[in-house]
């Protein structure tokens, strides 16, 4: 199965800072990389596909970016609702696998 | 809306058997292929089955083949995963998501399993 590293495992941050979530994968992965969002009690929601293809609906401020093993979640300037859990997520070879999450906490 | 609102969920002890369901609605379900994913605090999220529009493929997670069954009702937008040898490892919210391209692009709220004695 293929692993997917995020880091850092968690962070703090102000409104208006600019985040950014780094994703690994144990092999390259081309571009098959999603992100989540996730808040307490609530389902995931998908943020980016394809590593950098922004899903209808979802704020400009997030952007994803790599291909290979390498990625990146970059939230330009936080917003209060954005203090949420982010997880990624490889679509290269079944079994689909997530990271283990970056929770994005108040600072 | 279109949703997923997933159900069944409860305590129940080891060696015990359990359905989840997950009803769909505001979209044409039989159009996509559907998955269960459950989450728990020490191993994350984690892919548990998936089944073909029609129902005639089915995949499972090593660690659930041949005690979980998947199966649907296109009829009635239903999604079904039939647990049984329950084991505490098996502890976690299960969640029904909608297969999108090469992304789960719908999920649902989950529902809680415990084994536990």
């Known amino acids: 199965d293929i692993q997917m590293t995020q880091s850092p495992s968690s962070l703090s941050a102000s409104v208006g800072a600019r985040v950014t979530i780094a994703c690994r994968a144990s092999?390259?992965?081309?571009?098959?990389l999603n992100w989540y969002q996730q808040k307490p009690g609530k389902a995931p929601k998908l943020l980016i596909y394809?590593?950098?293809s922004l899903q209808s609906g979802v704020p400009s401020r997030f952007s994803g970016s790599g291909s290979g093993t390498d990625f990146t979640l970059t939230i330009s300037s936080l917003q209060p609702e954005d203090f949420a859990t982010y997880y990624c997520?490889?679509?290269?070879?079944?079994?689909?696998?997530f990271g283990q999450g970056t929770k994005v906490e108040i600072k | 809306e279109v949703q997923l609102v997933e159900s069944g969920g409860d305590l129940v002890q080891p060696g015990g058997s359990l359905r989840l369901s997950c009803a769909a609605s505001?979209?044409?379900?039989?159009?996509?292929?559907m998955n269960w994913v459950r989450q728990t605090p020490g191993k994350g999220l984690e892919w548990v089955a998936n089944?073909?529009?029609?129902?005639?493929?089915?995949y499972y997670v090593d660690s659930v083949r041949g005690r979980f069954t998947i199966s649907r009702d296109n009829a009635e937008n239903s999604l079904y995963m039939h647990m049984n040898s329950l084991r505490a490892e098996d502890t976690a919210v299960y969640y029904c998501?909608?297969?999108?391209?090469?992304?789960?692009?719908?999920w649902g709220r989950g529902t809680l399993v415990t084994v536990s004695s």
């Open positions: 998501a909608r297969l999108g391209d090469w992304n789960y692009d719908l």
């Open positions: 505001g979209f044409t379900f039989s159009n996509y292929w």
């Open positions: 089944i073909k529009q029609d129902g005639s493929e089915k």
């Open positions: 092999q390259s992965i081309s571009t098959y």
């Open positions: 394809a590593a950098s």
């Open positions: 997520q490889q679509s290269y070879n079944p079994p689909w696998t």
